[in-house]
């Protein structure tokens, strides 16, 4: 074998050495354990390395396990179709410490909160009821949630949820019951991101409105219209 062939094979093998290592370096990550503290709806929880929580590229990534412990949320997996399923508790609201309700002639709308005051940070328990109390059953034709809530604070600072109309039929049989919750994730728009809590409200006076926007027939008239609407206000401090 000549001199300049064997430099040839030479430099072949180490550029297919030097593309094989880069190619290997590709699927490497190089991240740091995190060591700051996390918090489960105020609470601080007990964190250990097992899974441990990384850090990469100004980022925090959470493995899934780690994220149920943390969250009480149910996993499961299937591994034949390599599916994930999260299933979130569904939390008993419990006894109110303020309520307050309104009624026409087809139902009573009733909205409640745990509690008056709340502390900074604190997990905020806002739900609502509508109520059919007529011994006749009524069909009413309203959008994706038939109750919104509408947030306000002290300062006159407003939120309003935006919901299309659907065109979703409901039939109520007498004593049937609509239940919904305030679900945090409003926070984040009524906060704009603005805050490093986003999920929770700022100290301050609230007013929460629920809301219940529906018809009585199908195709909407100013006459068919109904518009029912119960208040409550709380603190946060």
Do not use: C
Not at 195 to 204: E, R, V, Y
Not at 212 to 235: G, P, Q, V
Request: charged letters at 20%; glycine letters at 6%.
């Amino acid at each position: 074998m000549t001199m300049r062939r064997k430099t040839i094979l030479l430099a072949l093998a180490l550029l297919l050495l030097i593309a094989t290592t880069a190619a290997a370096a590709t699927d490497i990550v190089k991240a740091r354990i995190f060591k700051g503290s996390v918090f489960v709806n105020n609470t601080p929880a007990q964190l250990n390395d097992d899974p441990p929580i990384l850090s990469y590229n100004g980022r925090t990534y959470v493995p899934l396990r780690k994220f149920s412990e943390l969250t009480r949320t149910y996993v499961g997996y299937d591994e034949e179709s390599q599916s994930i399923y999260l299933d979130l508790p569904v939390e008993n609201m419990g006894k109110s410490e303020i309520h307050s309700k309104t009624s026409n002639d087809e139902f009573t709308l009733s909205i409640f909160s745990g509690k008056s005051v709340y502390k900074e940070g604190e997990p905020i328990k806002v739900w609502s009821r509508l109520t059919r109390d007529s011994d006749q059953p009524v069909t009413i034709y309203h959008g994706g949630a038939l109750v919104l809530y509408h947030i306000v604070d002290g300062n006159g600072f407003q939120n309003y949820p935006f919901s299309s109309f659907e065109g979703i039929t409901s039939t109520f049989q007498p004593g049937d019951e609509y239940n919904s919750n305030l679900n945090p994730s409003q926070f984040l728009s009524f906060n704009r991101n603005e805050t490093k809590h986003p999920a929770k409200l700022p100290k301050g006076t609230y007013t929460i409105t629920a809301e219940a926007n529906y018809n009585i027939e199908r195709y909407s008239t100013l006459e068919s219209k109904r518009i029912l609407k119960a208040s409550i206000e709380f603190k946060v401090e």
